[in-house]
């Protein structure tokens, strides 16, 4: 334990510190995106978008280092490819509407080939591993201020449309009927996934991104009857549950990703037993 | 008299199958009108058009000689509350804010709490205000959406089917507290329940592909006996509740025999055509 924090304080290796602040910076937008993400049911819809994230990666790998472009940044890439698979996924979902999964499982798998064959034709060795499941040695600086840019836009947005959103997910039709520009608040809550997404995929991988925006709010969701309180919840067991992985995964000298997700899942399912049995 | 819904010659299919077939009706202001018709006879489908959700393949529809687009805000559309996610993290007060929902607005103003009291005051749900929505039962929660629907202060109430799976007792509340609102607004009641419909309605339109339009002023227990003889018998509830009620529930209900289900043609309640005419 104390190793950790001698670790956290030692100038020769900030990747830990880098880790830990990008922990804590993206829980704020993990448990307000994946409080709307888990009631409005569309978890299916933010795995699709997390995982064509790696085609964007690697286009922006194979471009940015077979012609040495350095602002041609992976997280750049990940981000426009996030947004991009945003607006395809949202106007599949409301335009073809019982064909969706189908369509949504093919963006899926589609976004994550160009990937591949994007990162296998780099020039010199990239392993997928490093962004699929995560990998806290790559985050820089630079991924630092880009999250917390993103995250005061996530901030903002999600305070400034609570109830167009609550309106929308609990009665999307009578919203609708209200004047409520629906597909709008749609297409803003599917880009605002994507970002939130992207925010983590450093840390927590492609993969399993989706399990670290939605445990925190479904297992809120358990002991909280409203959205506020939901998302206040959410915000502290996701800052929780990265810093306390990052910790095991020093100390233990295991995949930091990986560490945070089996302690989400644990928490889960104890407090699944807890609801089903005690309460 | 005024008009508050006008269909001109109005069908309307999904893909191949005809739902609407040359749709022909008026319905005034103030009237309050019962839709019945068997399941798939189109009565939902009916809704749906007035409210601009889905456009006819031929004729038009007015609501306040405007198109449903241009004017479906007047109209207060109350669906079927199993319809939506009974776990909903949401209070009673935010489900009927919901009612004043618009685009911009960060929060509610003073002006739409104070809808929003009136009209939980007028269906009775002001104590339940702070009550999480998934704590409710059946019967509160079509009154909550109810109330939603009278926050946006309509000129027209439109229910569908407020009365399925709520029981007799809660009916019975419900018709009182319609009477109440017809002296405001034009009401339409979506029902299959013949019962609920006798003592409050001035109209009936029975829809099953066609649409005819009955007043029913002379609706007796003889002629809707008479007329579905042996498909229907007769269920008298002179029933007194202590719990519930000051005033007797008199209302006929009228259902099929079961051994006589499926085979037997849908003829509409209370008054024949013949009769209508005379009329």
Redesign the interface.
Known sequence: MGDFFAALFNPSIPFIRYALFAGLLSSIPFGIIGTWVT?K?ISYLAGAIAHSVLAGIGISLYFGTKYNIPWLHPLLGALISAIVAALLIGFVSIKAKEREDTVIGAIWATGMSLGLLFIAKTPGYISPMTYLFGNILIISQTDLILLLILDIVVIIMG??F???F??M???E?????????TNFYYFILLIMTAITVVLMTTIIGIVMVIALLTIPAAIA?FF????WL?MLISVGLTALFTSSGLLISYLTDLPAGSTIILISGVVYLTSVIVKKIIL | MEEAINFKEVSFSYDTVQVLENVNFTINRGDFISILGPNGGGKTTLAKLM???YTPNSGKVFIHGKTPVQN??I?G?V?QYSL??P?????VL??V???R???F????SKKDKIYAEKSMESVGISDLRSK?Y??LSGGQRQRVLIA?ALA?NPQILLLDEPTANVDAAIEYKMSTMLSKLQKSMTILLITHDLGFVSELVNKVVCVNKKVHIHPTSGITEEHIKELYNDNMRIVRHDIKEDNLGDTEYRGPEISRKEDNLGDTEYRGPGISRKEEEAI
């Open positions: 009631i049911r305070f400034l609570y109830h167009q609550q309106a997910s609990f009665d039709e009578f919203a609708r009927i209200r004047g409520l520009k969701g909280a009857k409203k959205i939901i | 409210l601009g959700i479906r805000e109209i559309y669906p939506f996610d776990n909903f993290p949401v209070s935010d489900v804010l919901m009612g929902i618009n685009n607005s960060i929060k509610y999480p998934s704590d939603r946006t």
